[in-house]
């Protein structure tokens, strides 16, 4: 299923969906756990994987990277590069496997169901592709030894990364859902 319409309306299209994730990246965040404050959620990568599930891929990932780009550049200028790195290779891999049960599920026409099933399983496997993430990059951002950011691993790397993906798939389903069946009723999306 992709939107339909020539090559100017989705590229307007692909365009609001990105200037959304940089504002919602700017403006809404908040910390996840009061014991890491430094750690903040930020609704950002809610527009990227709606622009993933009707665009595909390669439009997804460029959106995530541009979207990543301005963050690791104004709000998380403190995380470098490194934050950058780890903020799209989790995404991209979220992206990814969210993307693929749902064409899937659009070929088997169950799309609802196993859009549930690639969130769910995007959630679990970027919070775990996180640990490598985390143990490679924040050392050299924060300055610290590997040992002081395995100590916050579990109370804190792995919830905060849990409870975000977990977010990130409710929410878009919650908003992609309604979203996919406006936009075919007024056609504007194709039915496969």
């Given amino acids: 299923m992709y939107i339909k319409k020539d090559s100017v309306v989705r590229l307007v299209?692909?365009?609001?969906?990105?200037?959304?994730?940089?504002?919602?990246?700017?403006?809404?965040?908040?910390?996840l756990l009061p014991t890491a404050k430094f750690l903040e959620y930020d609704l950002?990568?809610?527009?990227?994987?709606?622009a993933t599930l009707?665009?595909?891929?390669?439009?997804?990932?460029?959106?995530?990277?541009?979207?990543?780009?301005?963050?690791?550049?104004?709000?998380?200028a403190e995380s470098s590069w490194q934050g950058f790195v780890m903020h799209v290779l989790s995404s991209a891999l979220f992206l990814l496997i969210t993307y693929v049960f749902y064409r899937l599920g659009?070929?088997?026409?169950?799309?609802?169901?196993?859009?549930?099933?690639?969130?769910?399983?995007?959630?679990?496997?970027?919070a775990a592709v996180m640990i490598p993430l985390n143990l490679i990059f924040t050392p050299m951002y924060l300055h610290v030894p590997v040992e002081a950011v395995k100590e916050l691993m579990l109370p804190v790397i792995i919830p905060f990364n849990l409870i975000k993906c977990a977010i990130n798939a409710a929410l878009s389903f919650m908003i992609f859902v309604p979203l996919e069946k406006i936009l075919k009723k007024s056609r504007l999306v194709s039915e496969n």
């Fill in 106 to 126: 659009v070929k088997k026409g169950k799309q609802s169901v196993f859009l549930i099933i690639g969130l769910a399983l995007s959630a679990v496997f970027t």
């Fill in 44 to 50: 950002g990568d809610i527009p990227v994987i709606i």
């Fill in 13 to 31: 299209q692909k365009s609001m969906l990105l200037a959304l994730a940089i504002v919602l990246m700017l403006i809404v965040r908040f910390p």
């Fill in 54 to 76: 009707f665009f595909g891929i390669p439009s997804g990932v460029l959106i995530l990277i541009v979207e990543a780009l301005v963050q690791s550049l104004t709000v998380s």
